[in-house]
């Protein structure tokens, strides 16, 4: 099991919140589930840059390796007449090595103020995707009607500054044939189709799935071509699913490093999420078998273990460990991963390019598909591998 050794995910910060609910704000109860977007310094991206820091001069050095976007879902304390635990997005903007600039006093992104509309009970767990120069906000709108039916769905917004956002309502095509969310676009076409991951809520929990659809418009019509990734199932763990993390990284030639995250409950009903990582290789993409594009996966690569990412304050029935990718980019050596924890906080993490180099040439040469790493679960998959 020599692969455990050559892997290595850093929380940083100390693993506390790079961003937490502010007492005096509309946030003021949980900030979790980020996404992000790193703007290097570019003529282009240096006026997105000035819009987000009105007040700063781009010249300022804390500005000189550009910085990242980070939209949070914020939820606030109850307020009379609206519903309970109502999600709106947020903004706060860093350096790319994560040191905070500035940090917006108001929503971004708001839930319709129509009890019958799309989102009105919240805009939940967004992920960013800039395509040419227009960026592109996939988040789940939730609705529960005044019978006490309810609706999820994979929405989108749009923006030309990062600022200013136009809901297009819930995308148009057979993706939201049922419950759904966990949306994100590739940035880039396929074999001139634009590329959706998403995560149908049907049959049972455990049936939950990464499936793919493609569109010739990154705004829809988008055409379900069936599922990628299902969840690796676990000795420890009475059900699994999953659903795609961020936006994925292209490292060129159409291959992608892809986070995503596993949920699972155990027998107790409690839950944990953690973090894992898949390569995707598009030159092996065919909408009748997307799964063909999977080349390796590595489960648990980053597993709840800290105070911020276990025993949520959200008020769960049962406990709930959470580690929640949604957002990420690379900066110098490292992929960041910028992560909700335990419904309450915005963690982030790091992993070196040459680590992952390393053990993508090391799961090539054993033509292994997927392998565990956090400590936890390292004696069951031991036991599975010797039976």
């Given at each position: 099991?020599?692969?455990?050794?050559?892997?290595?995910?850093?929380?940083?910060?100390?693993?506390?919140?790079?961003?937490?609910?502010?007492?005096?704000?509309?946030?003021?109860?949980?900030t979790?589930?980020?996404?992000?977007?790193?703007?290097?310094?570019?003529?282009?991206?240096?006026?997105?840059?000035?819009?987000?820091?009105?007040?700063?001069?781009?010249?300022?050095?804390?500005?000189k390796?550009?910085?990242?976007?980070?939209?949070?879902?914020?939820?606030?304390?109850?307020?009379?007449?609206?519903?309970?635990?109502?999600?709106?997005?947020?903004?706060?903007?860093?350096?790319?090595?994560?040191?905070?600039?500035?940090?917006?006093?108001?929503?971004?992104?708001?839930?319709t103020?129509?009890?019958?509309?799309y989102?009105?009970?919240?805009?939940?767990?967004?992920?960013?995707?800039?395509?040419?120069?227009?960026?592109?906000?996939?988040?789940?709108?939730?609705?529960?009607?005044?019978?006490?039916?309810?609706?999820?769905?994979?929405?989108?917004?749009?923006?030309?500054?990062?600022?200013?956002?136009?809901?297009?309502?819930?995308?148009?095509?057979?993706?939201?044939?049922?419950?759904?969310?966990?949306?994100?676009?590739?940035?880039?076409?396929?074999?001139?189709?634009?590329?959706?991951?998403?995560?149908?809520?049907?049959?049972?929990?455990?049936?939950?799935?990464?499936?793919?659809?493609?569109?010739?418009?990154?705004?829809?019509?988008?055409?379900?071509?069936?599922?990628?990734?299902?969840?690796?199932?676990?000795?420890?763990?009475?059900?699994?699913w999953?659903?795609?993390?961020?936006s994925?990284?292209?490292?060129?030639?159409?291959?992608?490093?892809?986070?995503?995250?596993?949920?699972?409950?155990?027998?107790?009903?409690?839950?944990?999420?953690?973090?894992?990582?898949a390569?995707?290789?598009?030159?092996?993409?065919?909408?009748?078998?997307?799964?063909?594009?999977?080349?390796?996966?590595?489960?648990?690569?980053?597993?709840?273990?800290?105070?911020?990412?276990m025993?949520?304050?959200?008020?769960?029935?049962?406990?709930?460990?959470?580690?929640?990718?949604?957002?990420?980019?690379?900066?110098?050596?490292?992929?960041?991963?910028?992560?909700?924890?335990?419904?309450?906080?915005?963690?982030?993490?790091?992993?070196?390019?040459?680590?992952?180099?390393?053990?993508?040439?090391?799961?090539?040469?054993?033509?292994?598909?997927?392998?565990?790493?956090?400590d936890?679960?390292?004696?069951?998959?031991?036991?599975?591998?010797?039976?």
């Amino acid at each position: 099991m020599k692969y455990y050794n050559s892997f290595r995910v850093t929380r940083l910060n100390e693993g506390k919140p790079i961003i937490q609910a502010d007492p005096d704000s509309w946030d003021n109860r949980f900030t979790f589930n980020p996404t992000a977007l790193y703007l290097e310094r570019s003529e282009k991206n240096d006026v997105l840059i000035k819009g987000l820091l009105d007040d700063m001069s781009i010249d300022d050095p804390i500005l000189k390796d550009g910085v990242v976007a980070i939209y949070y879902r914020g939820v606030p304390k109850d307020v009379e007449g609206l519903p309970s635990r109502r999600s709106s997005v947020g903004l706060a903007v860093f350096t790319p090595d994560l040191h905070i600039i500035k940090r917006f006093a108001y929503p971004i992104l708001k839930p319709t103020d129509d009890p019958m509309g799309y989102d009105y009970n919240g805009v939940e767990d967004q992920r960013i995707v800039r395509i040419e120069d227009r960026f592109y906000l996939t988040y789940c709108g939730f609705v529960v009607y005044p019978d006490s039916t309810s609706k999820a769905r994979v929405c989108l917004a749009v923006s030309d500054d990062l600022l200013n956002w136009e809901k297009l309502g819930p995308v148009e095509g057979d993706v939201n044939n049922w419950p759904n969310k966990n949306a994100v676009i590739l940035p880039y076409p396929v074999n001139g189709n634009y590329v959706m991951f998403h995560r149908p809520c049907r049959g049972k929990q455990s049936d939950y799935s990464i499936s793919l659809a493609i569109s010739d418009s990154p705004t829809g019509v988008w055409k379900d071509c069936g599922l990628v990734m299902k969840s690796v199932s676990h000795p420890r763990y009475t059900e699994s699913w999953n659903g795609m993390g961020s936006s994925p990284i292209h490292l060129g030639d159409n291959v992608y490093l892809a986070d995503y995250h596993a949920g699972n409950y155990l027998e107790s009903g409690e839950r944990d999420y953690f973090a894992n990582y898949a390569l995707l290789d598009f030159n092996k993409f065919d909408p009748a078998h997307p799964e063909r594009i999977v080349v390796w996966r590595i489960e648990a690569a980053l597993f709840p273990e800290t105070d911020y990412e276990m025993n949520s304050p959200w008020p769960h029935e049962k406990t709930l460990n959470c580690v929640f990718p949604c957002g990420s980019y690379v900066y110098k050596d490292d992929f960041y991963l910028i992560y909700g924890g335990a419904d309450a906080y915005v963690l982030a993490a790091k992993l070196n390019k040459n680590d992952l180099l390393q053990i993508h040439q090391e799961l090539l040469a054993s033509s292994k598909k997927h392998i565990w790493i956090a400590d936890c679960l390292r004696e069951y998959q031991l036991v599975s591998e010797a039976t």
